[in-house]
C-alpha cells in the first residue's frame, strides 16, 4: 500500500494544493482530539513524537518507541479509527539530546534511536543531524557532515525496516525528511525582531549534497524515499509574538522548490499561523505543516475558562483549583520552562500561564495536574454550566453546543479548544 504521504505527493504532482498536518503532541487529550477529527473526516492522520519526547531511554514522557506506537494505535482503535488511517512520525531524530558528547557516542545513540523508531512502526522520520557536537571544529558545521550523518542514520533505518517486514509483511515502507532551519523544539527562546528565511541557495546545497551522501554511501536510491525538506519560510512564535506567514518573503526560497519536484517543505513552528497563512503556505509549497504547542495551548486555554466557571459555580471547598495546582508543579520543577522565560516575577507568572511557547505543556500531563483536570471535570457535570455561562467563557464552544455539534460536557469542551486549532490545518490542507 502506498505511504498516504507519497499519495500526498501524487495529487500535488496532478495539480492539487493539498498538504497534511503533522501534530506533533504527547499530550493525551490533543492525541484523542487528533484521532477525533481523523474518524470524522475519514482521513489519515499524522502524529508525530521528538527525539526527546519519546526516545530509547524513555525522554521527558517516560515512553520508548514502542510504548508510543502502543499507545496511540489503542486509543485509535477504542475511538474507531484503523491503522492504516494513522501515520506515526518521529521528529528531529538524531544527536538532539546528546550534543555535549563526541561524535563517536552522539551518532551510536542516534543511530539506536531510529532503529527503535522505525522497528516499532514509525512510518515518517526527520533526519535532524543538524547540530554540532562536542568534538566538531569551530565554526558552522559542513553540511556534507550534516548529511553523510543523515545518510549513516538513513541506513540503520533500512535495516531496522527489513527486520520489521519480516514479522509483518505489510508494514509500510518509511519515507523521510532531512534538513533543520529551526531553533530547538518547541518555539523560539528569545523575542525577535525580524525573522531570516532560508536562503534559496542554502536548500539547494542541502539537497545536492545529501544526494552525493546517498550516493557516496551505496545507497543511491536512498533519495526516493525523501518526501520533504525541513526550511524557514519566515513563521515562528515566542512567548508574546508570531511570524505570520510573508508569502513575498518566502517567494524566492518557494521559486527554488519548483528546480525539485519530488519533494516538497515541512514547515516547523506553524503554531498559531493564521487559517489564510496556512493556506498560502501549502498553495507555496509548503505542504507538511508541523503544529505541537498550540494544540496544548488550545487545552490550557479551555481549562483556563472552565476553571473559571467552576469558581463561580461551585462551592469554594470543593473546587479542583486546576490554575493553582499547574502553578505549583511549575515552580516545583522549574527546569523546563526557567530557560525559556524572562522577566520578573509578574512576567514570569504571566509567561508560565500563557505563553505562546507554552511550556505548561511539559506539566499538564503529570498526574497531580491530571488529578486536578479530572476533579475539574467532575464538579462541572455535578454543577452543569449554564448556556449564558458558557457564551461569556467559551464562545467559540456555546455556538456548537447550541447548534447541536458537542454536548455540554467539561471534557468535549476541553477537547473542542484543541480542535479548534486543528481546524484551520484541516482547511488549509484540502487543496
Same mark, same amino acid.
Given at each position: 500500500?502506498?505511504?498516504?504521504?507519497?499519495?500526498?505527493?501524487?495529487?500535488?504532482?496532478?495539480?492539487?494544493?493539498?498538504?497534511?498536518?503533522?501534530?506533533?503532541?504527547?499530550?493525551?487529550?490533543?492525541?484523542?482530539?487528533?484521532?477525533?477529527?481523523?474518524?470524522?473526516?475519514?482521513?489519515?492522520?499524522?502524529?508525530?513524537?521528538?527525539?526527546?519526547?519519546?526516545?530509547?531511554?524513555?525522554?521527558?514522557?517516560?515512553?520508548?518507541?514502542?510504548?508510543?506506537?502502543?499507545?496511540?494505535?489503542?486509543?485509535?482503535?477504542?475511538?474507531?479509527?484503523?491503522?492504516?488511517?494513522?501515520?506515526?512520525?518521529?521528529?528531529?531524530?538524531?544527536?538532539?539530546?546528546?550534543?555535549?558528547?563526541?561524535?563517536?557516542?552522539?551518532? %551510536?545513540?542516534?543511530?539506536?534511536?531510529?532503529?527503535?523508531?522505525?522497528?516499532?512502526?514509525?512510518?515518517?522520520?526527520?533526519?535532524?543531524?543538524?547540530?554540532?557536537?562536542?568534538?566538531?571544529?569551530?565554526?558552522?558545521?559542513?553540511?556534507?557532515?550534516?548529511?553523510?550523518?543523515?545518510?549513516?542514520?538513513?541506513?540503520?533505518?533500512?535495516?531496522?525496516?527489513? %527486520?520489521?517486514?519480516?514479522?509483518?509483511?505489510?508494514?509500510?515502507?518509511?519515507?523521510?525528511?532531512?534538513?533543520?532551519?529551526?531553533?530547538?523544539?518547541?518555539?523560539?527562546?528569545?523575542?525577535?525582531?525580524?525573522?531570516?528565511?532560508?536562503?534559496?541557495?542554502?536548500?539547494?546545497?542541502?539537497?545536492?549534497?545529501?544526494?552525493?551522501?546517498?550516493?557516496?554511501?551505496?545507497?543511491?536510491?536512498?533519495?526516493?524515499?525523501?518526501?520533504?525538506?525541513?526550511?524557514?519560510?519566515?513563521?515562528?512564535?515566542?512567548?508574546?509574538?508570531?511570524?505570520?506567514?510573508?508569502?513575498?518573503?518566502?517567494?524566492?526560497?518557494?521559486?527554488?522548490?519548483?528546480?525539485?519536484?519530488?519533494?516538497?517543505?515541512?514547515?516547523?513552528?506553524?503554531?498559531?499561523?493564521?487559517?489564510?497563512?496556512?493556506?498560502?503556505?501549502?498553495?507555496?509549497?509548503?505542504?507538511?505543516?508541523?503544529?505541537?504547542?498550540?494544540?496544548?495551548?488550545?487545552?490550557?486555554?479551555?481549562?483556563?475558562?472552565?476553571?473559571?466557571?467552576?469558581?463561580?459555580?461551585?462551592?469554594?471547598?470543593?473546587?479542583?483549583?486546576?490554575?493553582?495546582?499547574?502553578?505549583?508543579?511549575?515552580?516545583?520543577?522549574?527546569?523546563?520552562?526557567?530557560?525559556?522565560?524572562?522577566?520578573? %516575577?509578574?512576567?514570569?507568572?504571566?509567561?508560565?500561564?500563557?505563553?505562546?511557547?507554552?511550556?505548561?505543556?511539559?506539566?499538564?500531563?503529570?498526574?497531580?495536574?491530571?488529578?486536578?483536570?479530572?476533579?475539574?471535570?467532575?464538579?462541572?457535570?455535578?454543577?452543569?454550566?449554564?448556556?449564558?455561562?458558557?457564551?461569556?467563557?467559551?464562545?467559540?464552544?456555546?455556538?456548537?453546543?447550541?447548534?447541536?455539534?458537542?454536548?455540554?460536557?467539561?471534557?468535549?469542551?476541553?477537547?473542542?479548544?484543541?480542535?479548534?486549532?486543528?481546524?484551520?490545518?484541516?482547511?488549509?490542507?484540502?487543496?
Amino acid at each position: 500500500m502506498k505511504h498516504p504521504l507519497q499519495v500526498m505527493m501524487d495529487r500535488r504532482k496532478n495539480g492539487e494544493k493539498c498538504g497534511m498536518p503533522s501534530y506533533c503532541t504527547a499530550n493525551e487529550l490533543a492525541l484523542e482530539a487528533a484521532l477525533l477529527r481523523a474518524k470524522k473526516r475519514g482521513q489519515p492522520v499524522l502524529i508525530e513524537a521528538t527525539a526527546n519526547q519519546v526516545n530509547q531511554y524513555g525522554g521527558y514522557t517516560g515512553m520508548k518507541p514502542a510504548d508510543f506506537y502502543t499507545m496511540v494505535l489503542k486509543m485509535a482503535s477504542d475511538i474507531g479509527v484503523p491503522e492504516n488511517q494513522v501515520i506515526l512520525a518521529g521528529d528531529h531524530l538524531g544527536p538532539l539530546t546528546w550534543q555535549e558528547e563526541p561524535e563517536a557516542t552522539a551518532m %551510536e545513540k542516534s543511530r539506536e534511536l531510529v532503529y527503535q523508531y522505525v522497528r516499532a512502526g514509525f512510518t515518517k522520520i526527520h533526519l535532524d543531524t543538524s547540530m554540532k557536537l562536542a568534538d566538531d571544529p569551530e565554526g558552522p558545521l559542513a553540511t556534507e557532515t550534516v548529511a553523510r550523518r543523515g545518510v549513516q542514520l538513513y541506513k540503520t533505518c533500512m535495516s531496522a525496516y527489513k %527486520e520489521l517486514k519480516k514479522e509483518k509483511p505489510d508494514a509500510m515502507r518509511p519515507v523521510f525528511v532531512i534538513g533543520s532551519e529551526v531553533p530547538i523544539p518547541g518555539g523560539a527562546q528569545e523575542e525577535e525582531d525580524t525573522l531570516a528565511v532560508t536562503k534559496p541557495e542554502a536548500f539547494a546545497d542541502t539537497v545536492d549534497t545529501y544526494k552525493m551522501c546517498f550516493r557516496e554511501a551505496g545507497v543511491e536510491d536512498g533519495w526516493k524515499d525523501v518526501i520533504a525538506v525541513v526550511v524557514q519560510p519566515g513563521v515562528e512564535f515566542g512567548d508574546s509574538q508570531v511570524f505570520l506567514y510573508d508569502r513575498d518573503a518566502a517567494k524566492e526560497l518557494c521559486t527554488k522548490l519548483e528546480d525539485y519536484p519530488e519533494i516538497v517543505f515541512e514547515g516547523h513552528s506553524t503554531d498559531y499561523q493564521s487559517a489564510e497563512c496556512l493556506k498560502e503556505m501549502v498553495e507555496d509549497g509548503i505542504a507538511i505543516l508541523k503544529v505541537g504547542p498550540a494544540l496544548t495551548y488550545g487545552l490550557r486555554e479551555a481549562l483556563f475558562s472552565l476553571s473559571m466557571m467552576e469558581q463561580e459555580l461551585v462551592p469554594e471547598e470543593e473546587q479542583a483549583h486546576f490554575i493553582d495546582t499547574l502553578e505549583k508543579v511549575m515552580l516545583e520543577n522549574p527546569g523546563n520552562w526557567r530557560k525559556h522565560y524572562h522577566g520578573d %516575577e509578574k512576567q514570569l507568572k504571566l509567561a508560565r500561564r500563557y505563553s505562546f511557547s507554552d511550556r505548561a505543556r511539559y506539566y499538564i500531563g503529570q498526574t497531580e495536574v491530571v488529578a486536578a483536570m479530572e476533579h475539574l471535570f467532575s464538579n462541572l457535570r455535578k454543577y452543569e454550566i449554564p448556556m449564558n455561562m458558557l457564551h461569556q467563557y467559551m464562545p467559540l464552544q456555546y455556538k456548537k453546543v447550541r447548534n447541536g455539534e458537542i454536548e455540554l460536557d467539561p471534557k468535549t469542551l476541553a477537547i473542542d479548544g484543541i480542535i479548534a486549532f486543528m481546524l484551520d490545518y484541516e482547511y488549509a490542507a484540502e487543496g
